[in-house]
């Protein structure tokens, strides 16, 4: 198992708050630490709490330096990368899922060995768990406290095309059901999260509470230059950018931002002079051994320049010294970095989020930091984030409608659209900020850490419980992974 070496950081944490702090040792086990919402909100989550004073260790099953966030691989987090020696990612490109289960549990088993070998005063109090929940029965092995942060529940995030894939995850949905609830304590990222949550698990009788994700104000607190060689070949001072920033994911529908971009192209009021300057920048993660990226992200460009003739440009992860033609009206940028992610931020006349039904949205919280108006779908997380006509709007998902909200903040003035910015601005400042985010999560550690004579008489019993369903599961799965 390969690990980074760590820094200690204070993250913005007062001294006060350190000293009044029980230090807890706290692992995180994340499957794949690259580029993402949910991936964001662990690597702040573990600052932060180191910060505090806690000690903090990441375990993942995959983590490529070239395709992280920076605090994974400065330094300032040990990160542990293990259960990826065995299965692989997927297997002849299916079952994903079975695979990530199987990998998830390897990196459980580890991490239980590596606890279970070390001194008394170095096994963990918490174990943090989010995205995967069948590791909960072995790491409760490990006597630490079970924290799950469900960012959706995963049976919502797969489509049952045909009767073979409905019948292979019928085990899947159940062990995921059964595993969260073996959890001390669950955490969602939104009230729209948390509904879907109740829903989804009817077995469960457990209301989770709700953490909105935040954001670390200082990192978008500077002013990117246009010279800086990182975002050169993205400056174009004389165009009026429109951002689309989400992963190459189908379930993200990019497909809107750009039907409505070139709708908004043929509207005939809009100025000549304003069309010509008009540009679509779709900036997100991309990794190339996932086959989703790599295939949507020409079904996009075939999108863009077969049905609407716009004419496109592509910059691959770490490209800047290639320039990008005048006449390009789509950029597609893959995997972009945090400095050209906050030039475009600050330079973007608006922010388009197409995904519907998003669990939480951390893009546009971002985007309303940097004073950037935000148009959304009405659904999910962004209706809690976004106030319609105040920060941004919110829309149907509907490209005649985008159309025309993209044409009405063309026509805004510059005092209005700086308004909107500013109210989006304090917003966030308001209820998203870092410490507060930190400040809820580290009281309810403690909580839990605490814990009660009750809860440890449960947790015995799960305990025996987990025993058992582990086994289950395992022979579930593999008869399953046999078959197929």
């Known amino acids: 198992m390969a690990s980074t070496t760590s820094r200690s ?214 002013t990117v230059g246009h010279k800086s060689p990182e975002v050169q070949t993205l400056t174009a001072p004389d165009r009026i950018t429109f951002l689309s920033i989400n992963r190459y994911e189908r379930k993200k529908n990019i497909d809107l931002a750009i039907h409505a971009f070139a709708r908004l192209l043929t509207d005939s009021g809009i100025k000549d002079s304003n069309q010509k300057s008009l540009r679509l920048v779709v900036a997100g993660g991309y990794d190339i051994r996932v086959p989703e990226n790599v295939e949507h992200h020409q079904e996009l460009v075939q999108l863009a320049e077969k049905k609407h003739g716009l004419k496109t440009w592509t910059l691959a992860s770490g490209q800047t010294d290639k320039p990008v033609p005048e006449e390009t009206q789509v950029l597609f940028l893959q995997s972009i970095s945090d400095l050209q992610k906050l030039f475009l931020l600050q330079s973007a006349h608006a922010l388009l989020y197409t995904p519907t039904n998003e669990h939480f949205g951390i893009v546009p919280v971002e985007a309303m930091y940097m004073k950037c108006p935000v148009i959304a779908t009405n659904s999910g997380g962004p209706t809690e984030s976004i106030l319609h006509g105040e920060t941004g709007y919110l829309c149907p998902a509907d490209e005649e409608i985008w159309a025309q909200t993209l044409k009405s903040l063309l026509e805004k003035s510059g005092s209005e659209r700086q308004a909107m910015g500013q109210a989006g601005h304090e917003r966030v400042i308001h209820l998203f900020s870092l410490p507060a985010f930190v400040s809820k999560l580290n009281d309810i550690l403690l909580q839990l850490h605490r814990g009660s004579t009750l809860v440890e008489s449960r947790r015995i019993i799960n305990t025996v419980k987990a025993g058992f369903i582990f086994s289950v599961v395992i022979a579930a799965l593999s008869i399953v992974l046999i078959k197929h």
Request: aromatic share 10%; proline share 5%; with cysteine.
């Open 9 to 222: 950081t204070a993250g913005g944490a007062d001294s006060g708050t350190r000293e009044s702090c029980t230090p807890l040792r706290v692992a995180f086990i994340h499957p794949d630490l690259g580029i993402g919402g949910a991936e964001r909100l662990v690597v702040d989550a573990a600052v932060g709490l180191q910060s505090l004073g806690h000690k903090v260790v990441m375990y993942t099953s995959h983590h490529d330096p070239s395709h992280c966030f920076e605090e994974t691989r400065d330094g300032t987090l040990t990160v542990h990368v293990g259960g990826n020696t065995i299965v692989p990612r997927t297997i002849l490109g299916r079952f994903y899922i079975i695979c990530a289960i199987f990998r998830n549990l390897h990196l459980a088993l580890t991490m239980w060995w590596l606890n279970h070998r070390a001194p008394a005063n170095e096994k963990f109090d918490i174990i943090i768990v989010d995205q995967l929940s069948v590791s909960i029965p072995l790491l409760r092995w490990t006597g630490a406290k079970i924290f799950f942060y469900c960012h959706f529940p995963d049976k919502l995030l797969t489509k049952r095309e045909s009767l073979l894939k409905k019948i292979y995850r019928l085990p899947v949905d159940f062990v995921e059901e059964i595993t969260t609830g073996m959890a001390d304590t669950i955490v969602v990222n939104s009230k729209f999260t948390a509904s879907i949550f109740k829903e989804s698990f009817r077995m469960l009788h457990h209301t989770p509470e709700v953490l909105y994700p935040s954001i670390l104000f200082e990192k978008f607190d500077r």
